[in-house]
Protein backbone atom coordinates (compact mmCIF):
# COMPACT_ATOMS: atom_id res chain seq x y z
CA UNK A 1 0.00 0.00 0.00
CA UNK A 2 1.38 3.71 -0.60
CA UNK A 3 -0.08 6.52 0.64
CA UNK A 4 -0.15 9.86 -0.86
CA UNK A 5 -0.75 13.35 0.93
CA UNK A 6 -0.62 16.29 -0.59
CA UNK A 7 -0.38 19.80 0.37
CA UNK A 8 1.10 23.26 -0.53
CA UNK A 9 -2.15 24.45 -2.09
CA UNK A 10 -3.86 27.39 -1.52
CA UNK A 11 -5.58 30.66 -3.04
CA UNK A 12 -3.31 32.90 -4.87
CA UNK A 13 -3.43 35.90 -7.69
CA UNK A 14 -3.13 35.44 -11.14
CA UNK A 15 0.62 35.50 -12.16
CA UNK A 16 1.37 34.46 -8.20
CA UNK A 17 3.47 31.25 -7.34
CA UNK A 18 2.75 28.19 -5.45
CA UNK A 19 5.06 25.19 -4.62
CA UNK A 20 2.84 21.51 -3.82
CA UNK A 21 4.25 18.74 -2.23
CA UNK A 22 3.42 15.38 -2.10
CA UNK A 23 4.68 12.70 0.78
CA UNK A 24 4.60 9.02 -0.19
CA UNK A 25 4.49 6.55 2.67
CA UNK A 26 6.48 2.86 1.99
CA UNK A 27 10.13 2.39 1.41
CA UNK A 28 10.13 1.89 -2.31
CA UNK A 29 9.21 5.57 -3.23
CA UNK A 30 12.66 6.06 -4.88
CA UNK A 31 11.50 3.30 -7.39
CA UNK A 32 8.10 5.04 -8.45
CA UNK A 33 7.34 7.03 -11.21
CA UNK A 34 5.21 10.36 -9.90
CA UNK A 35 3.09 12.63 -11.22
CA UNK A 36 0.70 15.69 -10.86
CA UNK A 37 -2.90 15.66 -12.23
CA UNK A 38 -5.36 18.47 -12.03
CA UNK A 39 -9.33 18.66 -12.24
CA UNK A 40 -11.06 21.84 -12.46
CA UNK A 41 -14.59 21.79 -11.75
CA UNK A 42 -16.89 20.17 -14.47
CA UNK A 43 -13.57 19.52 -16.41
CA UNK A 44 -11.96 15.69 -16.64
CA UNK A 45 -8.45 14.97 -15.17
CA UNK A 46 -5.55 16.30 -16.60
CA UNK A 47 -2.04 15.43 -16.62
CA UNK A 48 0.28 17.86 -15.43
CA UNK A 49 3.53 16.85 -14.87
CA UNK A 50 5.33 13.84 -14.33
CA UNK A 51 9.06 12.34 -13.74
CA UNK A 52 10.74 9.50 -13.38
CA UNK A 53 11.98 7.46 -10.31
CA UNK A 54 15.09 8.80 -10.42
CA UNK A 55 14.42 12.05 -11.42
CA UNK A 56 16.43 12.36 -14.30
CA UNK A 57 13.49 12.30 -16.64
CA UNK A 58 10.00 15.12 -16.39
CA UNK A 59 7.34 15.79 -18.54
CA UNK A 60 5.29 18.08 -18.75
CA UNK A 61 1.64 19.19 -20.62
CA UNK A 62 2.15 21.62 -23.04
CA UNK A 63 -0.06 24.19 -21.11
CA UNK A 64 2.61 24.14 -18.01
CA UNK A 65 6.20 24.34 -19.88
CA UNK A 66 8.08 26.64 -18.87
CA UNK A 67 5.97 27.56 -15.64
CA UNK A 68 6.14 24.83 -13.53
CA UNK A 69 8.56 22.23 -12.34
CA UNK A 70 8.33 18.94 -11.35
CA UNK A 71 10.86 17.64 -8.67
CA UNK A 72 11.30 14.90 -5.86
CA UNK A 73 13.32 14.18 -3.33
CA UNK A 74 13.70 10.36 -2.55
CA UNK A 75 15.09 11.15 1.22
CA UNK A 76 12.10 12.57 1.76
CA UNK A 77 9.72 10.41 0.32
CA UNK A 78 8.38 13.41 -1.69
CA UNK A 79 7.81 14.96 -4.79
CA UNK A 80 6.94 18.52 -5.22
CA UNK A 81 5.35 20.83 -8.28
CA UNK A 82 6.22 24.51 -8.43
CA UNK A 83 3.94 26.68 -10.17
CA UNK A 84 4.86 30.05 -11.36
CA UNK A 85 2.57 32.57 -13.50
CA UNK A 86 -0.34 30.96 -12.62
CA UNK A 87 -3.65 31.98 -14.18
CA UNK A 88 -7.46 31.20 -13.66
CA UNK A 89 -8.27 28.95 -15.37
CA UNK A 90 -5.87 26.86 -13.66
CA UNK A 91 -7.70 26.71 -10.68
CA UNK A 92 -8.60 23.11 -9.80
CA UNK A 93 -8.04 20.48 -7.50
CA UNK A 94 -4.52 19.19 -7.76
CA UNK A 95 -3.74 15.34 -7.31
CA UNK A 96 -0.33 13.40 -7.42
CA UNK A 97 0.12 10.24 -8.33
CA UNK A 98 2.02 6.87 -8.28
CA UNK A 99 3.41 4.21 -10.92
CA UNK A 100 4.28 1.51 -8.73
CA UNK A 101 4.40 -1.21 -11.44
CA UNK A 102 7.21 -1.31 -13.86
CA UNK A 103 5.18 0.58 -17.20
CA UNK A 104 1.99 0.34 -15.45
CA UNK A 105 -0.65 3.01 -15.24
CA UNK A 106 -0.79 5.70 -12.56
CA UNK A 107 -2.22 3.31 -9.59
CA UNK A 108 -1.91 5.51 -6.56
CA UNK A 109 -3.50 8.59 -5.77
CA UNK A 110 -3.32 11.49 -3.43
CA UNK A 111 -6.76 12.98 -2.06
CA UNK A 112 -6.11 16.09 -3.83
CA UNK A 113 -5.07 19.90 -2.69
CA UNK A 114 -6.70 23.16 -3.94
CA UNK A 115 -5.45 25.83 -5.88
CA UNK A 116 -7.57 28.84 -6.40
CA UNK A 117 -5.87 31.32 -8.80
CA UNK A 118 -8.29 34.72 -8.61
CA UNK A 119 -8.20 37.36 -11.04
Known amino acids: QVQLVESGGGLVQAGGSLRLSCAAS????????MGWFRQAPEKEREFVAGISWSGGNTYYADSVKGRFTISRDNAKNTVYLQMNSLKPEETAVYYC????????????WGQGTQVTVSS
Open 97 to 108: AAVTRTSGPYDY
Open 26 to 33: GRTFSSYA
